[in-house]
């Protein structure tokens, strides 16, 4: 649904071509390259500065936003639908991940000069209309899933394997047991045995 007063919420930014290069004769086939490779980040701020902790101290410091890097999937695919001009202009790259422990492959841009930073407000122009019947559905079948505690039994359905929560199952199914028992009976129970 379209909103009658647009209203801003932070910043975006985004790559856009460089003046030079958009005066230029090839300016279309690096925009079509710019559109599957683009990032956008946002922010609160214009400035895009995130909390850096220095020394015991903390400074800030501009967040870093680069082009997208294609993994050897995402270069394969057919959805991204790269020609093999726009392939010439990645290079592969080898790098070793520390908390995976394993070489990685990716394709970098090898000219990412082309391309420039722009900062815009984020304006928000639609809003998501909200179905109140169907809303109180799902949460009808939230809450029946958590109650019953079927987590477990859907994600072996869909997955073929659950993860093993016997612990929290049992710790449940023990720890009502008791709760349901009356203050009053459970001391009269401690009294009989003396």
Not at 134 to 156: H, K, Q, W
Request: hydrophobic share 30%.
């Amino acid at each position: 649904m379209e909103l009658e007063k647009p209203y801003q919420k932070g910043w975006k930014r985004y790559f856009v071509l460089r003046e030079d290069v958009r005066a230029s004769t090839l300016a279309e086939f690096y925009n079509n390259l710019l559109a599957k490779i683009n990032t956008v980040e946002y922010h609160y701020d214009k400035t895009f500065k995130k909390k850096k902790r220095r020394k015991g101290r903390y400074g800030y410091e501009i967040r870093k936003q680069n082009l997208r890097e294609l993994s050897p999937y995402s270069w394969n695919c057919s959805r991204l639908n790269l020609s093999e001009q726009e392939k010439a202009c990645f290079t592969q790259v080898e790098t070793f991940d520390i908390k995976t422990r394993r070489q990685e492959i990716k394709y970098v841009i090898t000219e990412p000069w082309r391309y420039v930073l722009k900062i815009a407000p984020h304006m928000i122009t639609h809003k998501k209309m909200i179905d109140s019947d169907i809303e109180r559905e799902l949460d009808d079948i939230a809450r029946y899933i958590r109650n019953y505690d079927l987590a477990p039994r859907i994600d072996r359905l869909i997955r073929g394997r659950g993860y093993s929560y016997a612990w929290h199952t049992s710790l449940i199914k023990y720890g009502a047991r008791t709760k349901r028992i009356p203050q009053f009976q459970i001391a009269d129970d401690y009294i009989d045995l003396y």
